[in-house]
């Protein structure tokens, strides 16, 4: 694992120059508006970067998680919509019917769906049965959405979302779920060099942005992990369903 965690951060520093070099010809750029104070154009490569180098590894790596061709094919198609968003700037309207769709298939194809709050509320065990297809498309929809609006001061949307991994690598080192350890970690060593390039740690000449790609990535990222660690119907976890299910009784 350690020479995986290495790759993915030379994999990402190499893919981040390179495609700082591409953004102008692909229109991939944000320029200064009343609402943007930055000065010239700025590269949105940022998201499409991380996601090249953790996509590539994962193919080097086949089985790595559960459903993990589910898991690559949505997170391309999420930075190909985040991209065109970028490029063209597409309607409300149109991002949340691609998002809908991508979370529709991930929850049937992969069995990734909110089944259940547990006993959050007091009063028993609460499951959502016929419910949880369209919660679940709630669900993912809000967490792409929430993530892609963080994004709006440098360095912000890395540090959250590292934070986060590190706090959901912690509950399933807990859980003793040592794939999806393994997979936050190298979502940070894949975050590390783009933060590095943000934060103009190599100069302004190589400052860019994570783009929307990067911040809908992000939080479908973040809320897939989330239903493998608290959702009971999973395949995803490497856990037994019924033994997740009594333990969540049982704490409750």
């Known amino acids: 694992m350690a020479w995986h965690m290495f790759s993915v951060v030379m994999s990402t520093f190499v893919v981040l120059l390179v495609m700082h070099k591409l ?3 692909l229109g991939l750029v944000d320029n200064p508006d009343s609402r943007k104070r930055h000065t010239g154009q700025i590269p949105l490569v940022g998201g499409v970067s991380i996601a ?16 993990q061709y589910v898991f690559v094919v949505s997170i391309g198609a ?7 968003d970028d490029r063209y700037n597409l309607s409300c309207r149109s991002r ?22 547990g006993n959050a509320f007091g009063f028993g065990y609460v499951k959502f049965d016929w419910l949880a297809l369209p919660l679940t498309i709630i669900a993912v ?10 994004d709006g001061v440098d360095g912000l949307l890395g540090s959250l979302a590292c934070v986060t991994f590190s706090a959901l690598s912690l509950l399933f080192a807990l859980q003793g779920d040592i794939a999806h350890l393994q997979l936050c970690l190298l979502l940070m060593c894949a975050i590390g060099p783009y933060l590095a390039f943000n934060l103009n740690l190599f100069g302004s000449k190589y400052r860019l942005f994570m783009g929307d790609a990067g911040s809908m990535m992000i939080g479908f990222i973040v809320v897939w992990l989330l239903f493998t660690l608290t959702q009971p ?3 995803l976890s490497s856990l037994a369903s019924t033994t997740r299910c009594d333990r969540l009784q049982h704490y409750g």
Do not use: E
């Open 52 to 67: 090249i180098s953790l996509c590539g590894t994962l193919l080097l790596i086949p089985n790595f998680i559960p459903f």
């Open 141 to 150: 929809i809000g967490a792409i959405n929430a993530f892609n609006m963080v």
């Open 233 to 235: 119907s999973g395949h």
């Open 96 to 117: 949340l019917i691609v998002q809908a769709l991508i979370a529709s298939i991930v929850a049937m194809m992969a069995d990734v769906q909110l089944v259940t709050f």
């Open 78 to 84: 999420l930075v190909l919509l985040g991209m065109l």
């Open 23 to 25: 953004a102008p010809l």
